[in-house]
């Protein structure tokens, strides 16, 4: 069963955007460095046109730093990979501000033209981690933050510095995910509401993905010892957490986009290559 979430509120946040888009000089593109790929909208390409565009990998912490080093090294694009809670956040977006509008810069002042402050847009799938970048970047609370989508509903505006502002935005999806994988990606990472899709289809995904790094945690946290036997693993899951048995999905999920188990990254570059890329 494919994943589903296109909820109006989206439809109205994408006009919202494209009547400011021409407000601003460039695009900061946040994506979950857990899935780059499935994180990139192609709304967002529809959008922005030709501006200038940094591409922000989040949620570092919570991917596997081999596969995120080697989607970096294939991006054309000007890349920041961050943990957002970590990182000196205000430096990496400036300078991957001024990397990206270099070019235009450079123009102006050939032509006798001083750089003015830049104005950039945050655009990004759903709980990818842009509220909680603007809050860093404000180094206040300008934003709602929670690990779910749709918090974000309309747009704020934060001065960075004298050389950058930014303008925040809702999260959004497109109205059809054109891979079965995509949406998992996206429902594995919280940014599609379990009401878009089914949980089984979603768990049993992620366990196959999972078993090849955190096999033994799993059978520990949930006693069991065949990972393929789905049914099973759910009763398991609920009778341990005292809860009915028709709720050992959930609870199965819930740990997953918790990364109870540790770091994972759902697609590998050469996944995306040969499964989406080389199709197209």
């Not at 709304?43 to 912490?61: A, S």
């Not at 005292?242 to 697609?267: C, K, Y």
Request: hydrophobic share 40%.
């Amino acid at each position: 069963m494919s994943v589903q979430w296109f909820p109006g509120h989206m439809t109205k946040a994408i006009r919202q955007i494209q009547s400011r888009i021409q407000e601003v000089d460039m695009i900061i593109e946040c994506r979950d460095a857990r899935i780059p790929f499935s994180s990139s909208n192609p709304v967002i390409d529809e959008i922005i046109g030709n501006k200038p565009r940094l591409i922000v990998l989040t949620k570092r912490d919570l991917a596997l730093n081999n596969i995120t080093d080697d989607w970096v090294s294939n991006f054309n694009d000007q890349v920041e990979v961050l943990n957002v809670h970590k990182d000196n956040v205000k430096r990496k977006i400036l300078n991957g501000c001024l990397r990206a509008m270099k070019p235009k810069h450079d123009r102006d002042l050939r032509r006798g033209i001083k750089p003015r402050m830049i104005r950039a847009m945050i655009l990004g799938v759903p709980n990818v981690g842009k509220s909680t970048l603007m809050n860093r970047l404000a180094n206040k609370k300008v934003a709602d933050v929670s690990n779910r989508p749709g918090v974000t509903r309309a747009l704020k505006k934060v001065k960075v510095s004298d050389q950058l502002e930014v303008i925040d935005s809702p999260g959004l999806l497109w109205p059809r995910f054109e891979q079965v994988e995509i949406g998992y990606h996206l429902a594995l990472c919280l940014s599609v509401k379990e009401s878009g899709y089914q949980i089984d289809d979603v768990v049993k995904y992620g366990i196959n993905h999972l078993v090849p790094y955190y096999e033994n945690l799993i059978k520990e946290r949930y006693q069991v010892t065949d990972l393929n036997d789905f049914e099973n693993l759910f009763n398991k899951a609920a009778s341990l957490r005292g809860q009915p048995l028709d709720r050992g999905a959930f609870i199965v999920l819930t740990d997953i986009q918790n990364h109870v188990f540790g770091p994972m990254s759902w697609e590998t570059y050469d996944f995306v290559r040969t499964t989406f890329l080389e199709k197209e």
